[in-house]
C-alpha cells in the first residue's frame, strides 16, 4: 500500500497526506461496476488505464475517498474505518461542501449514535430507515 493516497476523482484535491479521516476506497474489480466508477470520476488517467488494462489494473492503481459517496453507501462508518455496501456507486460529486470538510470535523465520533454503530455491525442491515445528510447549507444537518 502506498506511503499516501490521492482521490482520482476529477477536481477533487483530498490526500490521506493532508485530510484525516477520509477512507480511500479502491475500484471494484467486477468490470461492469469499475466501468460505472471510472465514468464518474471523470478523470482521463482513469479512463485510459481501464480502456488499456481492465479493472483490476484501475482497482490497484486509483481510489476514491469517501466524500464521494453517501452515508448510506457504507455498511460501517465510524471514526476510523467506513466499509462501503458491495456495489455502491460514487455520486459523482463531493457531498461534503468545502466549510464542512473531513478535516474540520474534530469529533467523528459525535456523528455516531450509539444505533449507527449497531447498524453497522448487523449483517441484516439494509440503507432504509438510515439518515440522510442535508449538504445544502453551511452546516452538516442529518435528516432522518
Known amino acids: 500500500m502506498p506511503s499516501h493516497m490521492n482521490c482520482c476523482f476529477n477536481k477533487c484535491t483530498n490526500s490521506s497526506r493532508s485530510t484525516q479521516n477520509l477512507s480511500f476506497h479502491k475500484f471494484p474489480t467486477n468490470e461492469s461496476l469499475c466501468k460505472q466508477w471510472v465514468e464518474l470520476c471523470q478523470?482521463?488517467?482513469?479512463?485510459?488505464?481501464?480502456?488499456?488494462?481492465?479493472?483490476?489494473?484501475?482497482?490497484?492503481?486509483?481510489?476514491?475517498?469517501?466524500?464521494?459517496?453517501?452515508?448510506?453507501?457504507?455498511?460501517?462508518?465510524?471514526?476510523?474505518?467506513?466499509?462501503?455496501?458491495?456495489?455502491?456507486?460514487?455520486?459523482?460529486?463531493?457531498?461534503?461542501?468545502?466549510?464542512t470538510t473531513h478535516s474540520n470535523i474534530t469529533n467523528w465520533s459525535d456523528m455516531i449514535t450509539e444505533e449507527d454503530e449497531a447498524v453497522a455491525n448487523n449483517a441484516t442491515w439494509s440503507p432504509r430507515g438510515t439518515p440522510n445528510?442535508?449538504?445544502?447549507?453551511?452546516a452538516l444537518s442529518i435528516i432522518w
Open 133 to 138: 445528510f442535508d449538504l445544502s447549507g453551511s
Open 43 to 99: 478523470n482521463d488517467k482513469v479512463i485510459q488505464k481501464f480502456k488499456n488494462h481492465g479493472s483490476s489494473q484501475v482497482s490497484k492503481s486509483f481510489r476514491i475517498c469517501s466524500e464521494h459517496f453517501k452515508r448510506e453507501d457504507y455498511v460501517l462508518w465510524t471514526s476510523k474505518k467506513k466499509v462501503l455496501h458491495k456495489g455502491s456507486i460514487p455520486t459523482g460529486q463531493q457531498l461534503i461542501s468545502p466549510k
